[in-house]
Structure formats: structure tokens, C-alpha cells
């Protein structure tokens, strides 16, 4: 909810100029400055700085596929894959690089210019990076753009998923610094942040987002977008997912976030990271397709699609189709 507060310097030239810097100096403030702003003036310079960077009217599809899940022994809150919490998730071992490939293809098929894995792991052996580095090359050969989240790296990892030709490594931050430990414990966000620089050393574009419902609080939300924009260098994807709460995890009861923080928390990540590309992750199964249309008009410019993500559902990509065509949007084809 929007709160009276003093403007900081940088939220008053925003409202002054329309102009947002590149910048790795975020103060705490700054970022609540822009959280605390009336609704339609946070859309309104999301929108004009959006245009600035982007194409308005083009969202970039990228589908994602679970090549090993379930088993994992971290104990990410959230998370219906962590072994030790009861859920309907039965564990898998690693899927063969043929049948990953020919799932590429039909993601092709449907639109998709990138194609992501994601493995329920703290981190990998060297044996199983050797099979991803297969599927990976096999994305490629497709001319698709190839993505992994696999869990912590070494810089020796990051090393030969680069010489594979992968495009993009996703690892999320999920939270605030603050928050971080009320979720996970089992590895600290100082770790995330070293994984995600090994990625960025070895030369892979950097997937790192956040997770909003957590029980976390506007400053919470501040936090995590602050950290993000405050790296080196900006996360070229920055997925922003809304909890989707699954039974038997220790946040399945946690209250749903309003549809307008989460279009706000989309909102300053435009305004923090400019040109990045915004993606909308987990949880658009349960947004109106009104919110949705708030996400792009605010700066998302990136979607999941395919009827499931990693073993939560997803819109049915028709709907998604559909509501590109109310909109006049189309997908980016990273070829173009």
C-alpha cells in the first residue's frame, strides 16, 4: 500500500525528468522511495523507461523443463522438491539428453527462442555437468538460446557449461538479506551471490530474480531488487515470481500478496535495472489476465510458458496466445 513518506532525491528527479540512470549505488531509501510512490506515477515511469529500452509491444517466451526432480536436500521454504518436506513431488533421476532435445523442438515449434533446465540439486557432480553440457549443445544445435539452474558452481563448472555454449545460468537471490535466513538455512545468500559471480567470470549471462509472498515485507522486497541492482553488473533476466503454495511445504498457509504489490515489485525492477529483460515466472496460473496486462504495461518483458513449470502449473499456452492478441503483443524472436 502506497505510504506517505519524504521523497528521496532520486524519486523526486524521477518525477521532475522521466530519466533513470544506469546505476549500482541503490540506497535502501531510494528503492522504498519508489515502492511508496502512487501507483500511477510508478507505472507511468516504469512504462516511459520500459519504451526507453524495449520494445513495448514484444515479450520474449522461454519455456523451462525439469531434468531431475525432486531430492533435493536443501530446505528452500517454498519449495515442494526439498526431500525432507511431504508433498505430492516424487524424485526422478536425470532425463536423457534425447529426450530433452526433442522437448526443445516442440518448444521451438511453439514460439519459445529459449529453452531452460532446471535440476533439483544443491549443486552438481561432475559426472551429471557432463550430461547437461550434452543437452545444452543439443539446445544449441536447435538455435535455441539454452538456460540451467543446477544449483551452486564452482568456477571450474561454470568453466565448461561456457565451452558447451550455454547462454544463461538462473540463480535466484529469492529475498532480502534479511529475510533470507526466515526461508533457507541451508546455504547462506552470500553463497548465491558467489555462484552468480562465478557465472558472470566465466562469461554466461546471469538469471537471477526473487520470490514475492513469502511472508516478506515491502522492505523485504526493496532488499532483494536492491542487492540485484546493486551487482556489478545487472542480471541480463530478472524473473520475478509470486509463491505458489504448495501443500506440505512450511509456506502453503502464507497469506497471498496483492495483486498491485506485485505489479509494484515489476515496477521498480524496470526502474532499477533498465535493461534487463523483466520475466514473469511462477505464479501466473493464479493472475488475472488484468494483472498480467499491469506486468507488461509496467516493464515485464519476458514470460514462462507451456502448461508447467518445474512441477507447479503454468497458463495453458493458448491463453497466453490469447491474451498476446487482446494486447497486440507478440513474441521476441532473439534471432530478430
Known amino acids: 500500500m502506497s505510504i506517505a513518506v519524504a521523497k528521496p532525491a532520486f524519486v523526486q528527479q524521477l518525477q521532475a525528468t522521466g530519466v533513470s540512470e544506469i546505476r549500482h549505488d541503490w540506497e535502501r531509501s531510494e528503492v522504498e522511495g519508489l515502492f511508496n510512490l502512487a501507483f500511477a506515477d510508478l507505472i507511468f515511469h516504469a512504462s516511459s523507461i520500459h519504451r526507453k529500452y524495449h520494445d513495448p509491444n514484444k515479450v520474449q517466451l522461454s519455456q523451462l523443463l525439469s531434468i531431475k526432480t525432486g531430492g533435493c536436500p536443501e530446505d528452500c521454504s517454498y519449495c515442494p522438491q526439498a526431500a525432507r518436506y511431504d508433498t505430492d513431488v516424487t524424485a526422478s533421476r536425470l532425463m536423457a539428453v534425447s529426450a530433452v532435445v526433442e522437448a526443445a523442438k516442440a518448444a521451438k515449434a511453439a514460439g519459445a527462442s529459449r529453452y531452460c533446465l532446471g535440476a533439483a540439486w544443491r549443486s552438481p557432480k561432475d559426472r551429471d555437468l557432463e550430461q547437461v553440457c550434452d543437452m545444452v549443445r543439443g539446445i544449441k544445435q536447435e538455435g535455441m538460446e539454452a538456460c540451467v539452474t543446477l544449483g551452486m558452481l564452482t568456477p571450474s563448472q561454470t568453466a565448461k557449461l561456457k565451452q558447451a555454449g550455454l547462454d544463461y545460468y538462473n540463480h535466484n537471490i529469492d529475498t532480502s538479506p534479511e529475510h533470507y535466513g526466515d526461508i533457507i538455512t541451508t546455504r547462506t545468500i552470500e553463497d548465491r551471490l558467489n555462484t552468480i559471480e562465478n557465472v558472470r567470470s566465466a562469461g554466461i549471462n546471469v538469471c537471477s530474480g526473487g520470490i514475492v509472498g513469502l511472508g516478506e515485507s515491502q522492505t523485504d522486497r526493496a ?114
Open 223 to 336: 532488499g532483494m531488487l536492491q542487492t540485484l541492482a546493486n551487482l556489478p553488473d545487472h542480471p541480463e533476466s530478472v524473473p520475478i515470481n509470486q509463491l505458489v503454495r504448495v501443500e506440505g511445504t512450511p509456506l502453503s498457509d502464507t497469506d497471498s500478496i496483492d495483486a498491485f504489490d506485485f505489479v509494484r515489485t515489476i515496477a521498480v525492477a524496470r526502474i532499477l535495472m533498465p535493461r534487463s529483460a523483466v520475466r514473469l515466472s511462477a505464479g501466473r496460473a493464479e493472475m488475472a489476465d488484468e494483472a498480467q496486462a499491469l506486468c507488461f504495461l509496467a516493464g515485464a518483458n519476458s514470460i514462462f510458458f507451456g502448461d508447467k513449470l518445474l512441477t507447479t502449473e503454468n497458463p495453458q499456452h493458448e491463453n497466453d496466445m490469447r491474451l498476446f492478441a487482446r494486447l497486440g503483443i507478440t513474441p521476441l524472436n532473439h534471432q530478430q
